[in-house]
């Protein structure tokens, strides 16, 4: 027997033959995904596959950085990295750093040269798209007869609206005249007039997906008049139909939340409105009662018969003032005329006459003062207070002691 080496030092020597080869160093590995496990570490465990054989696969939580997708079985890719040994289960795997979808290149070129074009000619701008109805009973569905996505979005509308309608138009998906499918059954659909339409599918590869990155299908929804929602693919996937419609939906079933108001939710919040407007309506009838009473309050103070009361009240109280204002100032009149009456008194004619005094006129009527104003012969006349003299001058004496001294005035 020739020499004899433990486990360990024959898995460490294929290790290191391993890592002296270049080509295994970096090498790029081309298969399907399968056995595809995210650990709760951040490692991604994963096999490569074909028709051949397999490989197993780790990606390392530092590497995650590098990947642009979710990755999942089925998935046609290219892994790129290294092959190593795993020394204590002298397994061999492909150490990953970069993975990229298996002819993905070519397919997103056309993919993002399509997006311009018709993000360019204006059909995914906001001011075109159309509001998804609050509440919905019509419900138009364009995908695949049979599958999870459409299994999820009848389920997923009949527990949230049990008496939703639902028209669902059978299309090609995937595959050689899909895109021709999906665009007609959007316009079957429009000319049906549901309330919303969901355009959809289940997840799959790039090239699964493809139907829905067609102009055909974007046009077809930019024209419906109905609003669309798309609901294609997992939450990572992105199509042209996405932009297009009215919404974008993580999933077919998340669609349906979308498109199909949760009646249950909907009776829970009536019931609410329903509470707060009877007791917004309690508090404003109780306002409204309040000011009624106010205004009956008001009324009664402004009433007719209460006002002429208060009118006549107030008429009565302005005539006693005015009378006691009228018999104020007559007493004060009659006040003012007597003091007048007795200070004229004095200067009044018929007061000096009725004294023994006379008012003396010449024979034309003009009154007489002075002694110069008559001369001897001139004829005068003496008013007196109870009647009239008719006399001639027979002597005129100026100066009053000679009138005194003589006694004598006139003669008649």
């Not at 949230?160 to 299309?171: F, S």
């Not at 919404?247 to 979308?258: I, K, N, Q, V």
């Not at 919040?269 to 309040?290: D, H, N, P, S, W």
Request: proline fraction near 3%; glycine fraction near 10%.
């Amino acid at each position: 027997m020739g020499s004899v080496y433990t486990v360990g030092q024959i898995n460490s020597y294929i290790k290191m033959m391993f890592s002296q080869d270049f080509l295994l160093n970096r090498v790029s590995v081309k298969g399907e995904i399968s056995n595809c496990k995210y650990h709760g570490s951040g490692h991604i465990y994963f096999s490569l596959k074909d028709e051949t054989g397999a490989i197993s696969c780790v990606m390392f939580a530092g590497s995650r950085k590098n990947l642009s997708f979710r990755l999942e079985n089925g998935q046609r890719v290219v892994a790129a990295g290294s092959v190593g040994v795993y020394e204590r289960d002298g397994t061999y795997q492909l150490y990953v750093s970069q993975v990229q979808r298996d002819g993905l290149g070519a397919l997103y070129e056309r993919f993002e040269a399509l997006k311009r074009e018709l993000e360019e000619m204006g059909m995914f701008a906001p001011e075109y798209k159309q509001s998804i109805p609050r509440y919905v009973n019509t419900l138009g569905v364009v995908t695949a007869p049979e599958g999870a996505a459409v299994r999820d979005i009848i389920n997923v509308a009949k527990r949230r609206h049990p008496g939703i309608r639902i028209i669902l138009y059978p299309a090609r998906v995937q595959g050689e005249g899909a895109a021709g499918s999906v665009a007609r059954g959007i316009r079957v659909l429009d000319r049906l007039g549901p309330d919303v339409i969901i355009v959809g599918r289940g997840g799959g590869s790039i090239e699964d997906l493809w139907a829905f990155n067609e102009e055909e299908v974007a046009r077809a929804i930019f024209e419906c008049r109905t609003p669309v929602i798309s609901a294609v693919g997992h939450e990572t996937d992105t199509t042209i139909a996405d932009f297009a419609a009215d919404m974008r939906a993580p999933t077919p079933s998340a669609g349906a939340e979308l498109a199909v108001p949760d009646m249950e939710q909907t009776v829970r919040m009536l019931a609410e409105y329903k509470r707060q407007i009877r007791r917004l309506a309690g508090q404003k009838t109780e306002q409204a009662r309040e000011r009624l009473k106010q205004y009956e309050a008001r009324l009664k103070l402004g009433s007719p018969q209460s006002r002429l009361r208060e009118m006549r009240l107030t008429l009565d109280k302005e005539e006693d003032a005015l009378r006691r204002l009228i018999q104020a100032r007559l007493q004060e009149e009659k006040n003012r005329l007597l003091f007048f009456i007795e200070r004229f008194k004095g200067l009044s004619p018929l007061e000096k006459m009725s004294q023994g005094y006379a008012f003396v006129t010449d024979e034309k009527g003009g009154k007489i003062s002075r002694v110069s104003q008559v001369r001897q012969g001139d004829g005068i006349t003496l008013f007196m207070s109870d009647g009239q003299i008719k006399a001639q001058v027979r002597e005129v004496l100026p100066g009053g002691s000679r009138m005194e001294k003589s006694g004598t005035q006139s003669d008649s």
